[in-house]
């Protein structure tokens, strides 16, 4: 069992429609990431967030320390937020990140 | 800045042969991570750095694998001698302090025949 679980794996939907990409973790973390790959290939951080609810442009993140789990949201989702999404926790008293499997995304116009 | 920058961006090579990833970071970041991503495993910590001193390399999947940093700006994946199954992407990463956000490179492609 992965300690970082990504649901779903799989997700496509509408241009326009609202997005929720979870993530949920096993053991306590001091912080957690959202990274974008596009289909290139190349890893983008969009937010690093270890309480509360982060904003930028259409995408939100937010974290539940509580309920050892994260989500990613995209509002008005368009065709180019086509990519992998991966969430990746940094657990106490160390720098490693422990990645999850990733959200594949596609949106279609 | 340029970003993290890696090369090459493509490589491949045969079974056996010795292969060198290289990377530089983004200036004044003293945080060096190595990645490598598979279909089958996602993204994989290789080892990182602190100040061009390796702090953890228990994500090294074997003596054929090792990395240098000899100063700030440079830092080596070497795999000596390669297999197909080391077939993968690597990824080098930076970031100012363990904690914060990490910048990463393009990634070169590795493919070992």
């Known amino acids: 069992k992965n300690e970082v679980e990504q649901s779903p794996q799989n997700l496509t939907a509408q241009e326009g429609e609202f997005i929720t990409i979870n993530c949920s973790y096993s053991?306590?973390?001091?912080?957690l990431h959202w990274l974008q790959q596009h289909p290139g290939g190349g890893i983008v951080s969009l937010f690093m967030l270890s309480s509360g609810k982060k904003k930028h442009g259409r995408l939100i993140a937010t974290i539940n320390i509580q309920e050892k789990h994260s989500s990613l949201h995209i509002t008005a989702s368009h065709p180019r937020d086509s990519a992998v999404y991966i969430c990746?926790?940094?657990?106490?008293?160390?720098?490693?990140?422990?990645f999850g499997t990733g959200t594949r995304l596609q949106v279609f116009p | 800045d340029a970003g993290v920058i890696q090369s090459p961006r493509h490589e491949v090579t045969e079974m056996g042969q010795e292969v060198t990833l290289r990377c530089k970071p983004i200036?004044?970041?003293?945080?060096l991570f190595w990645y490598r991503q598979t279909m089958m495993r996602g993204l994989e910590l290789l080892i990182y750095f602190n100040n061009n001193v390796p702090i953890d390399d228990s994500g090294m999947p074997e003596d054929r694998f090792s990395a240098k940093m000899p100063n700030a700006s440079f830092s080596t994946l070497k795999i000596q001698p390669s297999e197909p199954r080391d077939s993968a992407v690597y990824f080098c990463?930076?970031?100012?302090?363990?904690?914060?956000?990490?910048?990463f490179g393009p990634g070169t492609r590795l493919t070992v025949l």
């Open positions: 990746a926790v940094l657990y106490y008293n160390t720098d490693k990140l422990i």
């Open positions: 990463a930076s970031s100012l302090g363990g904690h914060n956000e990490q910048f």
């Open positions: 200036s004044g970041h003293d945080y």
């Open positions: 053991v306590g973390i001091s912080a």
